[in-house]
C-alpha cells in the first residue's frame, strides 16, 4: 500500500515553513521513508535555528533516564536544548517562528516523547506560536486500548492527561485531543500520513523497524512493553540489560514454574511463555543469574498485555515475600505513575474485576477520542 509519513509531504512543508525560523522537536526516528533524517533535511532546506531533545537524545545515544543536556549538534552545527528533566525555559522557542513535531511514537501513555510535544503545545499557546505534527503510524495499531485512565493526581513525567496505558492514537490524533479536551487552545496543524488506516499497525505496513529507545529492539518489545513496564516499579527486572527487554523479565528469587502454571490456568490467549535464565549486563540484578520467563507472542491481535503485566504482579506480590515495590507507602510510588492508579496498593484489590472495570472506562475514552481521529 502507498505510505506517507508527515514530514514527506514537501510541499505542504514548504507552504508553511519555507522562510521562517524553524525549531524542531525530533530524534533519531524523525525519518523519511528512505531512512534520511528530519533534521538533516531541514537543516539543509529550511531555516532551522533550534532543535529539542526528548527523552534518549537528538541522536538516540543516551539509555533511559540518561540527562540531556544542551550542546550544538555535531551533523548540523544547530544548537540542541533539552526538554527532558528539567525546568523549561520559555526562551528556548522565543528564537523560532513556529515549532514542528517528528517523532515516531510507540502508542503508550508511559512512553516520555509524547510529553515533549504536550510541553511545546501548552508553551506556544502561551507564546502565540503555531505547532506543527508530522504524523506517524502507531505501531501498535489504532484499534485496541488497553489499561486504566490515568488518574490525575499521578500526572508525572511518564504520564500526563486522560490516557488509557495503550491509547490506539497516532501522535496527531494525541495532539489534537490534548490541545481540545485540556483547552490548551494552540494553533494546531497536522500533517497526516497517506493511505494510514486504523487498520494498519507495524505489521501491515511493511516499514523498518527504527528502535524508538535502547530498549524496545523490536515490535514485540514494543507490544510487551505495554504489561510488562509495570515491573519498573518493582524489584522485578524488566528484562533491561538483555537482548530481549520487556519480552523476558525475572529475578534471581523467582519461582518461574509457579508464575507459569498461574497463568496458563487463566486460560490467557495469543501468547507462551516459556522459563528462561539471563544474566543482565546493566540495570536491575546486573551481573547476577536470574530465573526469568520469555514471553513469545503468537497472535497480537488477540494478545493482551496490559493484563498479563497485571495478573503476574499481582499473583508475585501474593505469593513471593521478596518482591519489593519502589515507594509502596506513597501514592506516588512509581508503580501507580505507570499504572494510572493506585488501586493495585489496595488491600482488597481484585485484578479481573479491576480490568473489567477499567473496560468499561476505555469505552468511555474511546467515544471522546473519535471526533479526533484523522484516519
Given at each position: 500500500?502507498?505510505?506517507?509519513?508527515?514530514?514527506?509531504?514537501?510541499?505542504?512543508?514548504?507552504?508553511?515553513?519555507?522562510?521562517?525560523?524553524?525549531?524542531?522537536?525530533?530524534?533519531?526516528?524523525?525519518?523519511?521513508?528512505?531512512?534520511?533524517?528530519?533534521?538533516?533535511?531541514?537543516?539543509?532546506?529550511?531555516?532551522?535555528?533550534?532543535?529539542?531533545?526528548?527523552?534518549?537524545?537528538?541522536?538516540?545515544?543516551?539509555?533511559?533516564?540518561?540527562?540531556?543536556?544542551?550542546?550544538?549538534?555535531?551533523?548540523?552545527?544547530?544548537?540542541?536544548?533539552?526538554?527532558?528533566?528539567?525546568?523549561l525555559d520559555d526562551d528556548i522557542f522565543r528564537g523560532v517562528d513556529v515549532i514542528?513535531?517528528?517523532?515516531?511514537?510507540?502508542?503508550?501513555?508511559?512512553?516520555?516523547?509524547?510529553?515533549?510535544?504536550?510541553?511545546?503545545?501548552?508553551?506556544?499557546?502561551?507564546?502565540?506560536?503555531?505547532?506543527?505534527?508530522?504524523?506517524?503510524?502507531?505501531?501498535?495499531?489504532?484499534?485496541?486500548?488497553?489499561?486504566?485512565?490515568?488518574?490525575?493526581?499521578?500526572?508525572?513525567?511518564?504520564?500526563?492527561?486522560?490516557?488509557?496505558?495503550?491509547?490506539?492514537?497516532?501522535?496527531?490524533?494525541?495532539?489534537?485531543?490534548?490541545?481540545?479536551?485540556?483547552?490548551?487552545?494552540?494553533?494546531?496543524?497536522?500533517?497526516?500520513?497517506?493511505?494510514?488506516?486504523?487498520?494498519?499497525?507495524?505489521?501491515?505496513?511493511?516499514?523498518?523497524?527504527?528502535?524508538?529507545?535502547?530498549?524496545?529492539?523490536?515490535?514485540?518489545?514494543?507490544?510487551?512493553?505495554?504489561?510488562?513496564?509495570?515491573?519498573?516499579?518493582?524489584?522485578?527486572?524488566?528484562?533491561?540489560?538483555?537482548?530481549?527487554?520487556?519480552?523476558?523479565?525475572?529475578?534471581?528469587?523467582?519461582?518461574?514454574?509457579?508464575?507459569?502454571?498461574?497463568?496458563?490456568?487463566?486460560?490467557?490467549?495469543?501468547?507462551?511463555?516459556?522459563?528462561?535464565?539471563?544474566?543482565?549486563?546493566?540495570?536491575?540484578?546486573?551481573?547476577?543469574?536470574?530465573?526469568?520467563?520469555?514471553?513469545?507472542?503468537?497472535?497480537?491481535?488477540?494478545?493482551?498485555?496490559?493484563?498479563?503485566?497485571?495478573?503476574?504482579?499481582?499473583?508475585?506480590?501474593?505469593?513471593?515475600?521478596?518482591?519489593?515495590?519502589?515507594?509502596?507507602?506513597?501514592?506516588?510510588?512509581?508503580?501507580?505513575?505507570?499504572?494510572?492508579?493506585?488501586?493495585?496498593?489496595?488491600?482488597?484489590?481484585?485484578?479481573?474485576?479491576?480490568?473489567?472495570?477499567?473496560?468499561?472506562?476505555?469505552?468511555?475514552?474511546?467515544?471522546?477520542?473519535?471526533?479526533?481521529?484523522?484516519?
Amino acid at each position: 500500500m502507498a505510505y506517507l509519513h508527515g514530514c514527506e509531504r514537501i510541499d505542504a512543508l514548504d507552504s508553511l515553513i519555507l522562510g521562517k525560523r524553524v525549531g524542531l522537536i525530533t530524534n533519531h526516528t524523525g525519518l523519511d521513508k528512505d531512512l534520511r533524517s528530519t533534521a538533516d533535511l531541514f537543516s539543509e532546506r529550511y531555516r532551522l535555528c533550534a532543535l529539542y531533545a526528548p527523552e534518549h537524545g537528538i541522536r538516540g545515544d543516551l539509555q533511559a533516564g540518561g540527562r540531556v543536556d544542551s550542546y550544538i549538534d555535531e551533523k548540523t552545527q544547530i544548537p540542541v536544548y533539552s526538554m527532558y528533566k528539567i525546568s523549561l525555559d520559555d526562551d528556548i522557542f522565543r528564537g523560532v517562528d513556529v515549532i514542528v513535531y517528528d517523532i515516531q511514537d510507540v502508542g503508550v501513555r508511559f512512553y516520555t516523547y509524547i510529553y515533549a510535544l504536550t510541553e511545546a503545545i501548552e508553551r506556544a499557546a502561551r507564546l502565540g506560536k503555531k505547532v506543527i505534527v508530522l504524523d506517524r503510524y502507531n505501531p501498535l495499531g489504532l484499534i485496541k486500548t488497553e489499561g486504566a485512565i490515568l488518574d490525575s493526581r499521578l500526572w508525572s513525567g511518564v504520564g500526563r492527561f486522560a490516557l488509557p496505558a495503550r491509547y490506539a492514537l497516532t501522535v496527531g490524533e494525541l495532539a489534537r485531543y490534548v490541545n481540545g479536551e485540556f483547552s490548551f487552545g494552540c494553533e494546531l496543524e497536522i500533517l497526516s500520513c497517506g493511505a494510514l488506516s486504523r487498520n494498519d499497525d507495524y505489521r501491515t505496513l511493511g516499514l523498518d523497524w527504527v528502535a524508538p529507545s535502547p530498549n524496545l529492539p523490536s515490535y514485540e518489545s514494543a507490544l510487551a512493553y505495554v504489561g510488562t513496564v509495570l515491573f519498573e516499579g518493582t524489584n522485578i527486572s524488566e528484562g533491561r540489560g538483555t537482548t530481549k527487554p520487556f519480552e523476558v523479565f525475572g529475578a534471581p528469587w523467582l519461582r518461574t514454574d509457579e508464575v507459569k502454571k498461574y497463568i496458563e490456568g487463566l486460560g490467557m490467549k495469543g501468547f507462551k511463555l516459556r522459563e528462561c535464565y539471563f544474566t543482565p549486563t546493566f540495570s536491575k540484578y546486573k551481573g547476577e543469574l536470574c530465573r526469568g520467563l520469555q514471553i513469545h507472542i503468537s497472535d497480537p491481535d488477540i494478545f493482551e498485555p496490559f493484563s498479563l503485566g497485571l495478573y503476574i504482579l499481582d499473583y508475585i506480590r501474593k505469593t513471593h515475600n521478596e518482591l519489593q515495590i519502589r515507594d509502596s507507602q506513597s501514592e506516588r510510588a512509581f508503580l501507580n505513575l505507570l499504572l494510572g492508579t493506585d488501586e493495585f496498593m489496595r488491600n482488597n484489590f481484585n485484578a479481573e474485576e479491576f480490568l473489567e472495570r477499567k473496560k468499561r472506562e476505555l469505552s468511555a475514552f474511546e467515544s471522546v477520542v473519535r471526533s479526533y481521529y484523522l484516519y
